[in-house]
């Protein structure tokens, strides 16, 4: 069983940028696919970025392409996620999420697949 736990969320005004973290409470010696997904009470989960450590492979909706960025350090078993240029619709709960295995582009849309989830971090951005 792994432990996730995000940190980092806030408020902020537009074009504004926040970098999300969450804490593993243990890794994986063997490929591992990390994701970043957001919620709102409107919309269903989305992802917003994936990171495959087997390949090294990171995958991005066109929605965080170019602003968004995943990144671990594996030192600290922490996964990040750098957010720049905030917008309003960005306004999300943020939740990281962890499955054994290969990342596929597909599992942006596709939460289900993922085994371990965190209690989420709050991001509100204000125009």
């Known amino acids: 069983q792994v432990q996730l736990v995000e940190s980092g969320g806030g408020s902020v005004q537009a074009g504004e940028s926040l970098r999300l973290s969450c804490v593993a409470s243990k890794y994986s010696t063997g490929p591992y696919c990390w994701g970043w997904y957001r919620q709102t009470p409107e919309k269903e989960r989305e992802g917003v970025a994936l990171l495959s450590t087997g390949t090294r492979s990171t995958y991005y909706p066109d929605s965080a392409k170019g602003r968004f960025a995943i990144s671990q350090d594996n030192v600290t078993r922490t996964l990040y996620l750098q957010m720049n240029s905030l917008k309003p619709e960005d306004t999300a709960m943020y939740y990281c999420?962890?499955?054994?295995?290969?990342?596929?582009?597909?599992?942006?849309?596709?939460?289900?697949?993922?085994?371990?989830w965190g209690q989420g971090t709050q991001v509100t951005v204000s125009s």
């Open positions: 999420a962890g499955i054994a295995g290969y990342c596929s582009r597909q599992w942006l849309d596709v939460p289900g697949v993922f085994r371990y």
